[in-house]
């Protein structure tokens, strides 16, 4: 079993870096192994909207995303974190969840005229949320988290948790967290 861990902060070492990790440390102690990327260290253009992935599932622009796609289909499981910006998740975290969906999910018209979306990839996958925020409200935080769900719920990943919190602001506040470290511990051991 492999563990997919994804950053979608550009701050190396930051509060997401050290629960995404943490996560991925509960996911070893069961026997998993465990990758982590950071979204800053590939290059990934925004969506154009071409259409040109709708027949393929495969984007044609030529940068890192097809390859981030093949990361994420080959993992057994997925944690998923991004800090919140500007009462969102960060523009790399934007990025990959619009290129997931415009790629991944098929849209149709029913013979009644209505519309209907299908997904191209159908998993058994688990995932982890992460989501934090400085001085961002806890309801701002939940909002940013349910955009990181359409990631999921285009990919078909069951959320096993959700790791929320605000008030984190200066790089290692998450190490002085100790309820929050434990839950992102005990949210990896879940994942098998």
Known sequence: ???????????????????????????VSKGAQQEKIYLDDFQMFPCKTCGKCKTTGI????????????????????????????????AQTKILIDKIDSSQIIVSSTSDGKTKFSRRIRTNKKGVIICIG???GLNTVKQSAGVMRCLFRDLSIEVIDEILANKLSE???ALKNKPILQQAFIAGTKLR
Do not use: H, W
């Open 59 to 90: 984007c044609i622009q030529p940068d890192d995303f097809n390859l981030i796609l093949e990361k994420i289909k080959e993992a057994s499981a997925i944690v998923l974190g991004s800090p919140v910006y500007c009462k969102t998740v960060t």
């Open 171 to 173: 790089k290692g506040d």
């Open 1 to 27: 079993m492999k563990v997919l861990g994804i950053i979608g902060s550009p701050r190396k070492g930051g509060n997401t870096d050290i629960l995404v990790s943490e996560v991925l440390k509960g996911a």
């Open 134 to 136: 400085d001085l961002s």
